[in-house]
């Protein structure tokens, strides 16, 4: 029973660390295939630079009222509706003809993208000690860029193949599977055997500092 309660924690945050990934890796593809946008919607590097800039302006302004919201509501079904949400985008981002519909794809995108980094702090702040919130979001930081590095590479492949709406058809489904994992493994906090476990655990470490 301790062993599974020990292993929760970690299970929780892996599902929002995959969420994190897959919003950096949205963050940086958009350089990837600015050159293929400016092909399919007869736009030049201005025009594409507004459309893969429009994520970016969602995100950011998104970030306080996600957090607001997750205080409020809770990680789980903020976490699970950022991932369906951000699916839609990219399904109408990938299946877009026309500029406009590109625009509301990726504002879709920035929105549900802006509660995954939040939601993962929370989480940590509720499933572990004080004492390893600091290397939580360290681990975080660094797998996050990390991971999207190498993703990007695999992404220049795949646009090379199979074109640029298939690889944002793709990844739709992941963040369709995100959304349902987070909503299978995530739980807002712990219960009341579990927080008088966490709080052992806080008073071990101060002891041990």
């Given at each position: 029973m301790k062993s599974k309660s020990t292993l929760l924690p970690w299970l929780i945050w892996a599902a929002s660390a995959?969420?994190?990934l897959f919003q950096f890796f949205i963050q940086l593809s958009s350089g990837i295939i600015v050159d293929d946008l400016m092909h399919?919607?007869?736009?030049?590097?201005?025009?594409?630079?507004?459309?893969?800039?429009?994520?970016?302006?969602?995100?950011?302004t998104l970030q306080?009222?996600?957090?607001?919201?997750?205080?409020?509501?809770?990680?789980?079904?903020?976490?699970?509706?950022g991932g369906l949400v951000c699916a839609l985008g990219c399904w109408i981002f990938a299946s877009s003809q026309q500029l406009t519909w590109a625009e509301i794809g990726r504002v879709f995108m920035?929105?549900?993208?802006?509660?995954a980094f939040v939601g993962s702090m929370y989480l940590i702040s509720q499933w572990f000690v004080p004492s390893k919130f600091a290397m939580m979001v360290g681990i975080a930081e660094t797998i996050g860029p990390a991971g999207t590095i190498v993703g990007n590479i695999f992404l220049a492949t795949l646009l090379h193949s199979y074109g640029w709406r298939q690889c944002m058809f793709g990844a739709?489904?992941?963040?369709?599977?995100?959304?349902?994992l987070c909503w299978l493994i995530i739980r807002d906090k712990p219960d009341h055997a579990q927080s008088e476990m966490l709080v052992t655990d806080t008073h071990?470490?101060?002891h041990v500092i």
């Open positions: 995959i969420f994190v399919s919607f007869s736009i030049n590097a201005l025009g594409a630079g507004i459309l893969a800039s429009t994520y970016y302006y969602v995100y950011v306080t009222p996600a957090g607001m919201l997750i205080d409020r509501y809770g990680p789980r079904i903020l976490l699970t509706g920035g929105a549900g993208s802006s509660f739709a489904m992941i963040a369709l599977l995100i959304g349902f071990f470490a101060e």
